[in-house]
């Protein structure tokens, strides 16, 4: 019986589990595989193409999958399907058609509604009592194309990005593996409606984005919290710019809205601070100590304010004062 001859891309140790299981897949031959890279090196420290080498499989180096060169070498090789997990390239329409049933991603977000590198923090940040992963066919666009397979999972105000990424990688190889043979089985839905739309794109994080805005909501103010969670933590500072980051927090639902001073403390207990949202309230309950550099309790006094004001914002203006200053002197 032939089998199906896959191309296999990506990057870590998921990709190199998932790459182990398709291997022992009976109607499926992984032609070559082409791990992440970065210049010269492995993205992954070699974690994929150890695999590769322990498995027996050719693994080429390319820094553009959309190459013609790359692109030649996948029509030479006559690959059926190519399988993408973790390598992070906007994929082209001539690459796509190089393969006769184009390129299955694995994407963390129950797409279209989390599409982008910033996917699991961004609905996170948004409040969703769902997450999920999807495989697609991609099309020019990121994170779109036709659905191929969706698995949704329930997750409650206070799950942490941490949390969620553990869930979502539960089992992955599974899931591609069975996304792999759904697409050779004639099993995916290729009615209207199963192709994906705008629905919501999260880019990566820019300069200033993990600030608190204290004038923002309470829930949104403990999302921004809880979706940078041992990736990007949220920064906050006092008035005399000292800059602390937060690793925990919890929303008071026991205060009614109010109008107050934005960015005040208003309340201390054992477990933290509360302090003054544009609404309510939220409980900061752990931070990073600049001078010691490890978590604790945050101890400010009730009446202490944090800056309301965009610290990269804020940056700005003195350069601009500054720069202002500086052509005044020479004016």
């Known amino acids: 019986m032939s089998k199906y001859k896959l191309l296999f891309l990506g990057q870590g140790i998921n990709a190199a589990k998932t790459l182990e299981l398709l291997n022992r897949e009976p109607s499926l031959k992984i032609s070559f595989c082409a791990p992440r890279m970065n210049n010269n ?45 973790g390598h992070h390239q906007l994929f082209k329409k001539f690459l796509i058609k190089s393969a006769k049933f184009g390129i299955l991603n694995y994407h963390p977000g129950l797409l279209p509604y989390g599409r982008g590198s910033g996917a699991v923090v961004g609905e996170i940040m948004n409040g969703v009592s769902e997450i999920g992963r999807t495989c697609h066919l991609v099309d020019k666009h990121f994170d779109r194309g036709l659905v191929v397979k969706q698995e949704k999972f329930n997750i409650s105000e206070n799950n ?15 899931f591609i593996r069975d996304s792999v043979l759904n697409v050779f089985n004639g099993k995916v839905d290729k009615s209207e409606n199963n192709y994906l739309g705008f629905g919501r794109y999260y880019p990566k994080f820019v300069v ?68 003054k949202t544009s609404d309510t309230a939220v409980w900061i309950n752990e931070i990073v100590d600049p001078k010691t550099n490890k978590k604790s309790i945050p101890k400010f006094k009730i009446g202490t304010c944090f800056q309301t004001i965009n610290i990269s914002d804020f940056i700005a203006i003195l350069q601009k004062l500054k ?9």
Do not use: P
């Not at 990736?231 to 109008?259: P, R």
């Open 323 to 331: 720069k202002d200053s500086n052509n005044d002197i020479s004016g």
């Open 41 to 85: 090196s492995w993205f992954d420290e070699g974690i994929l193409a150890k695999k590769c080498d322990e498995l027996g499989i050719e693994k080429i180096k390319s820094n553009d999958m959309n190459s013609a060169e790359f692109i030649s070498i996948v029509k030479e090789k006559k690959i059926d399907l190519i399988v993408n997990l």
């Open 160 to 174: 942490t990005l941490r949390e969620v990424s553990k869930t979502l990688q539960v089992d992955i190889d599974i």
């Open 208 to 275: 200033g984005d993990d600030c608190i805005d204290w004038n923002s909501t309470s829930v949104n103010i403990h999302n921004k919290i809880r979706a940078r969670v041992d990736e990007k933590y949220s920064v906050f500072y006092t008035k005399d710019l000292t800059k602390y980051l937060v690793t925990k927090s919890e929303l008071a639902h026991e205060i009614d809205e109010y109008i107050s001073v934005n960015g005040q403390v208003i309340d201390r207990t054992e477990n933290g601070v509360l302090v």
